[in-house]
């Protein structure tokens, strides 16, 4: 007796769209309102009050914990992403991240509590490691297995784009409040409200996600029964040579925007003397350029290919890292905002056509956990302790030294790149096919 399996019913283009941008951007903006709350009030909240500078350094390393965290959530989600499905795996990142965001809201400073402030933060903070790095591989994977032909890199695009949106969502409620509140009401209560208000955006993205179908190309994939055992497993040991070439691709995207934004937020504040509204406002004007780079790599990738607008974008990159004394040391609104504008633009630039770029080096059994770990280990490399090093630095040797920083993250994407093979023509359904023939002489025990 044979049987048919039905067809996976189809998403349409509008809600592939829209369910790839709208939980990136619910999750990004979840991410980035702990940057900017690092960069102006975690410390003095959460650390003792011995030295500012102590508390500085002390609010950038509780930041970076979950750049550590981002590649444990890959491998969590990862495995079930390509074991069980894209569409309930990026439901349950979006959960967790929201859950430990809004939780911070919440949280009693160290006044309050005393020792278990900082603990219970880096434990939530952690949480929202562990969700974003679930996130963005579900997300880029939603939008590229389901993209017509030579459209990849612009579907691609979308969940690109939710870093943009979120960032300027985030950067712009804080304006906001910064704005209405006094300075006493911020540190007070007013940073806690973007927190808060996190769980209502989660449960649009929820709403959102839970009426997607999942993506042919995995479902296909699945009725040909080429899932593996453990997808970290069969990742790290057949394919880290692409895991080390997209990790290290993604570093100048990281490098570039938590140095123009966390980085350059608190030495505004704190050495320029900016109000936090004047620099808010800026960073808010800078992100436009952000989000008119991303899609414009991603059609130019699209037509000439992802290695070209790549390299060219990484080698801008890298004379970009020579203007940020001139420019960020000048201390003059039009200076510094131009400085932002440059950085956020290149960011887009070389962050557009990652969303197609990664997925398309890892076979379909495999591409979720793949994809995931390239993009948040190049977040370990490239952002994790950016803004940590970035304050050392200017204390030794000035911005020259931070701008060097940022030139050689930029070497090491560029070389990255240089050595990837062209994928704007790969076919991500033989792609699977072909790892999965080559698995015919492993035990099926070891396979399924």
Not at 40 to 55: E, H, M, N, V, W
Not at 289 to 316: E, H, I, N, Q, Y
Not at 366 to 387: C, D, E, L, Q
Request: hydrophobic share 55%.
């Amino acid at each position: 007796m044979t049987t048919t399996a039905s067809p996976t019913p189809a998403n349409s283009t509008a809600r592939v769209a829209v369910a790839s941008f709208i939980g990136t951007a619910i999750e990004f903006f979840d991410f980035y309102i702990f940057a900017t709350a690092a960069a102006l009030i975690i410390g003095p909240t959460f650390f003792p009050k011995d030295s500012a500078t102590a508390q500085s350094l002390n609010a950038f390393v509780t930041f970076g914990i979950a750049f550590l965290a981002r590649p444990v959530g890959s491998a969590l989600f990862g495995h079930f992403g390509d074991r069980i499905g894209r569409k309930s795996t990026l439901v349950a990142s979006l959960l967790v991240m929201g859950v430990s965001t809004t939780l911070i809201g919440f949280l009693p400073s160290y006044d309050s509590i005393g020792v278990a402030a900082p603990v219970i933060l880096c434990l939530l903070r952690f949480g929202q490691g562990i969700g974003l790095g679930g996130e963005w591989g579900g997300a880029a994977l939603l939008a590229t297995e389901n993209a017509p032909a030579g459209k990849r890199a612009w579907f691609g695009m979308f969940p690109q784009m939710g870093p943009s949106i979120g960032f300027l969502f985030a950067n712009g409620l804080f304006f906001g409040l910064a704005v209405l509140l006094s300075d006493e009401q911020f540190k007070s209560w007013g940073w806690r409200v973007p927190f808060i208000f996190s769980a209502a955006l989660v449960m649009v993205g929820l709403y959102v996600r839970l009426k997607l179908h999942e993506t042919p190309i995995f479902a296909q994939a699945m009725q040909r029964n080429e899932r593996v055992r453990v997808p970290l497993f069969e990742t790290l040991s057949s394919h880290l040579v692409p895991v080390l070439q997209g990790a290290f691709s993604m570093v100048v995207c990281y490098a570039l925007f938590y140095i123009s934004t966390v980085f350059a937020l608190s030495y505004g504040v704190s050495t320029l003397h900016f109000t936090k509204p004047q620099f808010l406002a800026m960073l808010c004007f800078a992100v436009l350029f952000m989000a008119l780079g991303t899609p414009l790599s991603a059609w130019a990738s699209d037509k000439w290919g992802r290695r070209p607008v790549l390299l060219l974008g990484t080698v801008l990159a890298m004379l970009s890292g020579f203007a940020m004394a001139p420019l960020l040391g000048g201390g003059t609104t039009f200076s510094v905002g131009l400085f932002l504008v440059i950085e956020l633009f290149l960011m887009g630039f070389t962050f557009g056509p990652m969303g197609a770029l990664l997925p398309e080096i890892f076979p379909t059994q495999v591409r979720y956990t793949g994809a995931s770990i390239a993009y948040n280990v190049g977040g370990i490399i490239g952002a994790s302790i950016a803004p940590f090093i970035a304050k050392v630095l200017v204390d030794k040797g000035g911005l020259s030294w931070v701008g060097g920083y940022v030139s050689v993250a930029a070497l090491l994407s560029f070389l990255a790149v240089l050595s990837m093979r062209e994928t704007r023509s790969a076919d991500l359904i033989s792609a699977g096919q072909a790892a999965a023939n080559d698995d015919e002489a492993t035990p099926v025990a070891q396979r399924v």
